[in-house]
């Protein structure tokens, strides 16, 4: 039983939290349960640095369970029919914990549904900051997409994907920031997309076992990249070339979002600026392997890491150009 297959028995529909009659758990406890869940999962980048205001450490957490949850219920799930299922009872906890503050704002109430402890943490976190529902709906559309397409035609409709998959992430972080502005969606937006594209270009071999294929057929075209060529794995010139393309193409995205960082308060510009440069290196780790991704994944080291997050410390303190 894998780590997510224990978490779902004991907070998934049919564990004995949701079929029994105990309570729900506390604030303190949910808000406790999402911060172990951000901590434990492995990611390029650490979800909360130690630079964040100590005030929003708790709502990022909370936000990050979130996603790490409906990630998992996408991708961990053995067979598309169960993870659907599942993709599903997770949309109707996100309205019902949405009905519950309607119904709280109307001061009427009615039967009440039993949250998973991540809204339970989350709910004084939507409240707090105004964070939309269609963030959190579209996030959940993007991961029962992985379900129903395995390949997309063209770069646009990849677009298309990573508005859902990705941006909304950037969305709630800018509502975190109380810093929601037209420009600021647009650069997050950006910054959102490149890091999702990195990502794709970092997992090409591994989303590959797992039956998903995110590198556009209208590109692998263009480079003269076969179908057979990519089902056995190989690695020649045309992947070479279709690989540097794409990952120029990520680097654009990402250092158009770059003017976000100064827009945004105090500390909070560090940690957005790390998470841009920070795909800006996974990039350069992918070029440095020379776009062999099928042999080595490329990834940012601990001491990569911080010495990222001293560069982005510099910048904020203007010691060094942006």
Known sequence: MTVFEHELAAWGPDSAYFEGTDAPVSL???????????????????????????????????VYAFCRWADDLGDEIEG???????????????????????????????????????F??????????????QAFDDLIQA????????????????????????NPVGRLVLHLCRSVTEENLAWSDSICTGLQLANFW????????????????????????????????????????????????????????????????????????????GGLRILDHVEGVQFNVWKTRPVVSKGEFFGLLMQSLARRWGLLGR
């Not at 997409?145 to 990705?166: G, H, K």
């Open 202 to 277: 970092q997992d090409v071999a591994r989303d590959y076992e797992i039956g998903r294929i995110y590198l556009p057929a209208e590109d692998r075209r263009q480079f003269g990249y076969t179908r057979e060529q990519l089902e056995n794995r190989e690695f020649n010139s045309a992947f070479q070339c279709l690989l540097a393309f794409e990952v120029e193409r990520a680097r654009k995205y990402l250092r158009d979002g770059l003017p976000l960082v100064p827009r945004l308060p105090g500390r909070l510009q560090v940690d957005i600026d790390l998470f841009a440069r």
């Open 120 to 133: 339970i943490a989350l709910t004084p976190t939507i409240v707090e900051f105004d964070l939309p529902q």
């Open 143 to 166: 991961f029962e997409q992985d379900q129903r397409v395995q390949e997309y035609e063209t770069f646009a409709q990849l677009l298309e994907y990573c508005q859902r998959s990705a």
């Open 28 to 62: 303190s406890e949910a808000q406790a349960y999402c911060r172990r869940v951000a901590l434990g999962h492995y990611e390029n980048f650490p979800v909360v640095s130690w630079v964040l205001p100590r005030e929003l450490r708790t709502h990022f957490f909370n």
């Open 80 to 118: 598309a029919e169960r993870s659907l299922a599942l993709l599903s009872w997770w949309r109707s906890q996100l309205e019902a914990c949405y009905a519950g503050l309607l119904q709280a704002g109307q001061q009427h109430g009615s039967e009440t549904v039993k949250l998973h402890p991540v």
